[in-house]
C-alpha cells in the first residue's frame, strides 16, 4: 500500500502529515513555508508512493468560508492539475488548531518550544489526516 499525504494550509506555512502505509497511523511530517509547497510535494512524491491527498477545508460541514478558502482552492486545483491520478480528499478542519495545542501542552512540550512557528501546523495536519483515516 501507499502512503497519505495531509495538509494543513496556510497563506504563510503549511502543515503536512503523513500516514504509515497501511492507512492506520498520521504522523506529523514537517511545516513548509507555503511559497515552497508545490516543490515539497514533488518531493515527498519522488519519496514514496501515495495512495491520495487529504487537505483540510474550515467551515467544510458548515458550509462557511474563511479568508483561507481561496488560497485552499487554488491549492486543490493545483494538485488536481499536476497530479490527476492521484484522489483528493476534503476534510473538515473546525478545531484542529486548538486540539493540536491541546496535544502539545498534554504531551508535555514546553511554552517556548510551542511558540515557534510551524509546531501548531504539522500536528494539526496530523488530525486532519486521522479524521480522514477515522
Not at 502529515?17 to 497511523?25: H, K, L, M, N, P
Not at 468560508?65 to 490527476?84: A, C, H, M, V
Not at 508535555?108 to 488530525?127: F, I, N, P, Q, W
Request: proline share 3%; aromatic share 6%.
Amino acid at each position: 500500500m501507499a502512503r497519505y499525504i495531509a495538509f494543513d494550509w496556510g497563506k504563510a506555512r503549511t502543515g503536512i502529515a503523513v500516514s504509515d502505509c497501511a492507512g492506520i497511523i498520521a504522523t506529523p511530517h514537517s511545516t513548509v513555508a507555503t511559497s515552497h509547497l508545490n516543490s515539497t510535494v514533488s518531493k515527498l512524491l519522488s519519496e514514496e508512493p501515495c495512495a491520495g491527498f487529504v487537505v483540510g477545508v474550515p467551515g467544510l460541514i458548515v458550509g462557511s468560508n474563511t479568508d483561507s478558502n481561496q488560497g485552499i482552492n487554488d491549492f486543490i486545483s493545483y494538485l488536481e492539475r499536476k497530479y490527476p491520478s492521484i484522489e483528493i480528499h476534503k476534510v473538515d478542519e473546525s478545531h484542529t488548531s486548538s486540539e493540536a495545542m491541546n496535544a502539545l501542552v498534554s504531551g508535555g512540550m514546553k511554552k517556548s518550544k510551542r511558540r515557534e512557528k510551524g509546531s501548531l501546523d504539522k500536528v494539526a495536519a496530523a488530525l486532519i489526516l486521522q479524521r480522514f483515516l477515522g
